[in-house]
């Protein structure tokens, strides 16, 4: 399995509702990631967990909380967003990555994000 | 801070020609990878080439290739033989940090490919 699965694909709230985006992949991948991409720009880091541990929070507001139960799922909590938070959500996994050495598969396997309105 | 800079933000290229995609980057971590990802119309990023920061020599996947110029601070990716499925947009980006947990992508540059 090669694949990282997101859902929901679309998901249209109020700026009042309480929202969960998921995210699972079974590639053994201890990194995972929440990437934000607006439209006609590129995917801004959001979150890093490593190991199930949060390891980098890009300053992100409070109203996006991420959660990793456990080395296969990566939820964002969504609560009282702005219409400006709406975008294309995207999830990531990788192996931990030995940069600067010839390598195959150094990338991240992207899932096919969530594509997020806020009305 | 790191910067990735792609200044082409459209290119054509007719059917079954090459086309060279730019990419320059700032950082001044002495260990970093460069990668190349490329993004349909569907939104998918899928993973096309990476180049070591140590490695001498150009990586190559098919018919995508890294013109890596490390003293330039350049990486372009190269695409032989275009082909129609390959019109979409092509982002260039760089992982740092432990773990290579931190990628920053540039900008990106839309890519046409015509019949």
């Known amino acids: 399995d090669t694949e990282v699965t997101q859902t929901p694909k679309h998901l249209v709230m109020g700026m009042t509702n309480k929202k969960s985006l998921k995210c699972e992949q079974h590639?053994?991948?201890?990194?995972m990631y929440w990437y934000k991409q607006k439209a006609k720009k590129p995917p801004e880091l959001m979150f890093v967990y490593s190991y199930e541990k949060l390891s980098i929070n890009e300053s992100v507001p409070s109203r996006f909380s991420p959660e990793c139960p456990n080395s296969s799922l990566l939820n964002l909590h969504l609560h009282a967003l702005q219409p400006e938070d709406s975008a294309l959500y995207l999830c990531a996994s990788s192996q931990a990555l030995r940069l600067g050495k010839t390598g195959r598969n150094y990338g991240y396997t992207f899932g096919s994000g969530t594509r997020l309105t806020v009305v | 801070a790191q910067k990735i800079t792609q200044t082409q933000p459209g290119m054509f290229v007719q059917e079954k020609e090459a086309v060279t995609l730019d990419c320059t980057y700032d950082t001044s971590d002495p260990s970093y990878g460069l990668f190349w990802y490329k993004q349909p119309s569907s939104g998918e990023m899928i993973f096309l080439i990476y180049?070591?920061?140590?490695?001498?020599q150009n990586a190559t996947e098919g018919r995508y290739s890294l013109n890596f110029q490390k003293a330039r601070k350049s990486a372009n990716l190269v695409i032989s033989a275009s082909q129609l499925g390959d019109s979409a947009m092509y982002f260039c980006a760089v992982g740092r940090g432990a773990g290579g947990f931190k990628t920053i992508f540039g900008a990106g540059t839309r890519l046409f490919v015509k019949a």
């Open positions: 590639m053994g991948h201890r990194a």
């Open positions: 180049q070591g920061s140590y490695d001498q």
